[in-house]
């Protein structure tokens, strides 16, 4: 079964600088979808990045950009120039590209901004 | 606003009672996923329909029952509720199935609160 872990349950970023949420995960399928999503304090669930397994160049979405490392089954968030509305908590999640269609998701790292 | 809709928002009742939760999905979507988010379990998925079809089942309770019907809404029974029900159930929705590559949409969620 595959599995998505994020190791850090809280960061903290200074407004307008970089910080990078870690994520890992486990799979024996070559073919997936990698995701963060965001999630407010409104509580609803904002896809910020996808990245494709077979493509190895690493999705960016204007200040987000991840480290994608399909070897070593590491998918990495980077926030740049951080702004006081990327407070949140953010879920590393994964979905196989064949069979089942459903989102694993990690348990989260919440995010705070510090202005 | 991802154009899934979700009602109701907010659902309070008591243990040992029933409650129906509605889902509609984006216009043309025929996928509909369910999940549940909780504290202690943090964000899982139920089930999906496709089509009116049951397409695929996860960690959902026999207390619970789903349907998607002709016009492609779908509805979440939760019967003889217990106080660790209480949670943010999501629903979104797809074109087709993820493995197709289609996004999944999440709703806004309803909150459920078991007393």
């Known amino acids: 079964a595959q599995t998505v872990t994020q190791s850090q349950p809280e960061m903290s970023v200074q407004e307008a600088e970089t910080v990078t949420l870690s994520c890992t995960y486990d799979?024996?399928?070559?073919?997936?979808?990698l995701f963060w999503y965001k999630q407010p304090p409104s509580r609803q669930m904002i896809l910020v990045i996808r990245?494709?397994?077979?493509?190895?160049q690493n999705a960016t979405e204007n200040r987000f950009s991840v480290n994608f490392q399909k070897a070593a089954k590491s998918f990495s968030l980077k926030i740049s120039d951080s702004q006081l509305g990327d407070a949140a908590m953010y879920f590393c999640?994964?979905?196989?590209?064949?069979?089942?269609?459903?989102?694993?998701f990690g348990k989260g790292t919440r995010l705070h901004i510090l202005p | 606003d991802s154009g899934v809709t979700q009602t109701p928002k907010h659902l309070i009742t008591a243990t040992g009672q029933r409650v129906t939760l509605r889902c509609s999905p984006r216009?043309?979507?025929?996928?509909v996923y369910w999940y549940q988010q909780s504290l202690d379990q943090g964000l899982q998925f139920l089930i999906q329909?496709?089509?009116?079809?049951?397409?695929a089942k996860g960690n959902i309770l026999e207390r619970f029952s789903a349907q998607q019907f002709p016009d492609l809404h779908s509805e979440l029974n939760l019967s003889s509720l217990e106080l660790g029900d209480s949670a943010l159930y999501f629903c979104?929705?797809?074109?087709?199935?993820?493995?197709?590559?289609?996004?999944?949409?999440f709703g806004p969620g309803t909150r459920l609160t078991v007393l």
């Open positions: 979104a929705s797809s074109v087709g199935p993820s493995g197709l590559g289609y996004e999944q949409f």
């Open positions: 799979t024996s399928e070559s073919d997936y979808y």
């Open positions: 990245q494709e397994a077979y493509k190895q």
């Open positions: 999640a994964y979905r196989s590209e064949v069979g089942d269609d459903k989102i694993i």
């Open positions: 216009s043309g979507d025929l996928s």
């Open positions: 329909y496709y089509n009116g079809e049951e397409r």
